[in-house]
């Protein structure tokens, strides 16, 4: 039988980018789970919002990190709502410095979050997928993932690697019905780049031919066509929403 609503998993969905995608996934009709790993306030504030379009949403710490934790959590979620039908690899952090001053937590950290974490979530929700034949993977990658930039180094590998992950799943999952693709932002106005210098984010800006900065909902409008029946022949792209940034 097939059910009618739908489940989202949104990873670091309390603020940011994750949050206007999950509150976009309510207004869509989609039962949403904000995931969070520290602070529960934006989380819950995210939930409240979500629920005023008549959804059911909830909100689970785990640090996607930690590969027992991400199990256990995808095990609630499906003793909560029966099956997860999308999952969007949002949570991301970033710990910037030249390659001589980058130490190795600064590496491991941003490659374990940002890298690891999406391997983690979609090793436990694949599996229901696949049962199911059936599923829409979206990791959140970068534009700094495809053309490298000075002082990221370890976020550039870690971005570059989502990038080569949801390629080789999108092969790997195609014949079960599952679609894996990834969406590389630009500059989008978040607390990660909030507090980049006014000189970086001039220089930014100037890069854009669009002439603006990305807001968090121009993620979300590209997160909720690929979450849709709408993408269904589309799998294993890396879709730009940078302002015509990377071209
Ligand atoms: P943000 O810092 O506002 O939000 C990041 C979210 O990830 C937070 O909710 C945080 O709690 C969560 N998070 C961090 N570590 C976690 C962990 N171990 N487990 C679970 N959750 C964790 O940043 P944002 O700008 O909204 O970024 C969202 C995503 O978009 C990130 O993957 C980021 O790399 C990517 N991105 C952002 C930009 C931009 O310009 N803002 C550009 C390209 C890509």
């Known amino acids: 039988m097939d059910r009618e609503i739908k489940t989202a998993l949104v990873t670091g969905g309390g603020k940011g980018i994750g949050k206007a995608i999950a509150l976009k996934l309510a207004e869509d009709g989609y039962n949403v789970v904000i995931n969070y790993s520290k602070s529960s306030k934006d989380a819950i504030e995210t939930v409240e919002e979500a629920k005023k379009f008549g959804v059911e949403a909830c909100a689970l710490k785990c640090d996607i990190s930690n590969y027992n934790e991400v199990e256990k959590m995808v095990n609630d979620i499906i003793d909560m709502f029966g099956d997860i039908d999308v999952v969007v690899n949002n949570a991301g952090i970033t710990k910037d410095n030249l390659i001589l001053r980058m130490s190795e937590d600064d590496w491991d950290n941003v490659i374990d979050v940002n890298l690891k974490g999406t391997f983690n979530v ?3 929700v694949s599996k229901y997928m696949i049962k199911r034949r059936k599923g829409k993977i979206i990791n959140i990658s970068s534009v700094v993932g495809v053309i490298g930039n000075a002082g990221q180094s370890n976020y550039a590998a870690s971005k570059a690697g989502i990038i080569g992950l949801t390629k080789s799943l999108a092969k790997e999952l195609a014949s079960r019905g599952i679609t894996v693709n990834a969406i590389a932002p630009g500059f989008i106005e978040t607390d990660m780049t909030d507090v980049l210098s006014e ?9 854009i031919p669009l002439k603006r900065a990305g807001k968090p909902q121009d993620i979300a409008n590209v997160v909720s066509f690929l979450a849709s029946n709408a993408s269904d022949y589309i799998t294993g792209q890396v879709i730009n929403v940078d302002g015509g940034m990377v071209m």
């Open 199 to 207: 000189t970086v984010k001039l220089s930014m800006l100037n890069s």
């Open 122 to 124: 979609i090793k436990f």
